[in-house]
């Protein structure tokens, strides 16, 4: 228990003190994010094209997959190679699926208008304001970085304080316990000793 404790008390004064950091520097430590995704993509091109080098004898697709592996390595390495790039293309792909589902909820919007759906409407606004915040984020990308940066510090920060919590409340439990096993322990002096 006491391994347990050290350990989450360690960790939660690691996490808050990372998730001060990340606040104080959101978009610096945005972008060493995104050099890991980019990392992360480069493993995956280099073990997809691994993959698609020895299943071209036996698959007829694995040309595809080869070609495919090769644009996850070039991808990789160019978001290895600039970490602006790497974060701005992260944006970009986030921005462009906000609005891809804005725009899809506001198309299902009017297929439930027609199912005869009342609320179709709020599925309509969510859409649009989806759409909305896509292309707002598309247009200004060092604000979605210093954003996503900052809710990424608040996340650890949380993690943080809740590993505290969880620390103070195996204490008491530990406590507890101690105290439990000590009682039963006195009751079972005093049986012996009546005997």
Same mark, same amino acid.
């Given at each position: 228990?006491?391994?347990?404790?050290?350990?989450? =008390?360690?960790?939660?004064?690691?996490?808050?003190?990372?998730?001060?950091?990340?606040?104080?520097?959101?978009?610096?430590?945005?972008?060493?994010?995104?050099?890991?995704?980019? =990392?992360?993509?480069?493993?995956?091109?280099?073990?997809? =094209?691994?993959?698609?080098?020895?299943?071209?004898?036996?698959?007829?697709?694995?040309?595809?997959?080869?070609?495919?592996?090769?644009?996850?390595?070039?991808?990789?390495?160019?978001?290895?190679?600039?970490?602006?790039?790497?974060?701005?293309?992260?944006?970009?792909?986030?921005?462009?699926?906000?609005?891809?589902?804005?725009?899809?909820?506001?198309?299902?919007?009017?297929?439930?208008?027609?199912?005869?759906?009342?609320?179709?409407?709020?599925?309509?606004?969510?859409?649009?304001?989806?759409?909305?915040?896509?292309?707002?984020?598309?247009?200004?990308?060092?604000?979605?970085?210093?954003?996503?940066?900052?809710?990424?510090?608040?996340?650890?920060?949380?993690?943080?304080?809740?590993?505290?919590?969880?620390?103070?409340? =195996?204490?008491?439990?530990?406590?507890?316990?101690?105290?439990?096993?000590?009682?039963?322990?006195?009751?079972?002096?005093?049986?012996?000793?009546?005997?």
């Amino acid at each position: 228990m006491k391994r347990v404790n050290t350990y989450l =008390l360690i960790t939660a004064l690691l996490m808050i003190v990372l998730g001060v950091v990340c606040i104080l520097n959101p978009v610096d430590i945005f972008n060493s994010m995104s050099w890991l995704v980019g =990392l992360l993509i480069l493993c995956t091109g280099v073990t997809a =094209l691994f993959f698609g080098v020895r299943a071209q004898r036996y698959l007829p697709n694995a040309g595809s997959t080869t070609l495919l592996a090769v644009f996850q390595i070039v991808v990789g390495l160019m978001m290895l190679g600039s970490n602006y790039l790497a974060a701005t293309a992260i944006v970009a792909v986030f921005a462009l699926w906000v609005m891809f589902e804005g725009i899809s909820l506001a198309v299902l919007s009017f297929d439930y208008k027609r199912s005869g759906y009342e609320r179709w409407w709020i599925m309509l606004i969510l859409g649009s304001c989806s759409l909305i915040l896509g292309f707002l984020a598309l247009r200004n990308p060092e604000e979605v970085k210093v954003l996503m940066g900052v809710l990424l510090g608040i996340g650890i920060f949380a993690n943080g304080i809740e590993r505290i919590v969880a620390f103070s409340a =195996l204490k008491r439990i530990g406590n507890t316990i101690r105290d439990i096993k000590e009682s039963r322990d006195a009751i079972n002096i005093d049986d012996l000793q009546n005997r």
